[in-house]
């Protein structure tokens, strides 16, 4: 009986072995294929802009909106801090917030006179919380060596990283 038994041990060893065989066999099989390469196709819109579309704002009004813009908001964070009836701690948020965006605006002179001086010509920095917008005429960016000074500049000047900075092409 026994040796009944070993030799049906042997037949279920030898057929499992057949089988991780075969399977060993198929899986290399489907493994040495090469994979199939699809296609990539990507949809490419061409849009004409019109005259009027590109007379929309020069880098002077964009400057000048920008200034009017930074005018106005510390004019009212001074009424807030000015106004005797506001609370103590509206004030002192205002006058954070008035100190923040002095900062900013300081941070944003020195960046623009530093790209200024570099030879982009005349440039217009706008610093948010996280990221720095330079916007330079298109005819000083044109060229990636041009970006990449431009991106470190920016970066360097203002502490932020380099993938926070943005380049906005404008027309003179």
Known sequence: MSDERER????????????????????????ARQPQRAAVSVPVA???????????ASLEETQQKLRQERESALALLQSVIDDPNAQAGTRDEA???????????????????????????????????????????????????????????????TGLAPECVKIILSKK
């Not at 049906?8 to 493994?31: D, E, F, K, P, Q």
């Open 8 to 31: 049906s041990a042997r037949r279920v060893r030898t057929a499992g072995c057949a089988v991780l065989v075969a399977l060993l066999a198929a899986c290399s099989y489907l493994g």
């Open 46 to 56: 061409v849009e004409v802009i019109s005259e009027r579309a590109l007379g929309a």
């Open 95 to 157: 006058l954070r917030e008035k100190t923040a965006l002095a900062k900013r605006m300081v941070a944003e002179a020195e960046t623009a006179a530093l790209l200024s001086h570099m030879g982009f010509g005349e440039t217009a920095v706008v610093l948010g919380g996280e990221s720095v917008t330079v916007i330079v005429p298109w005819q000083a960016a044109e060229n990636e060596q041009s970006r990449v000074r431009i991106i470190d500049a920016a970066a360097t000047q």
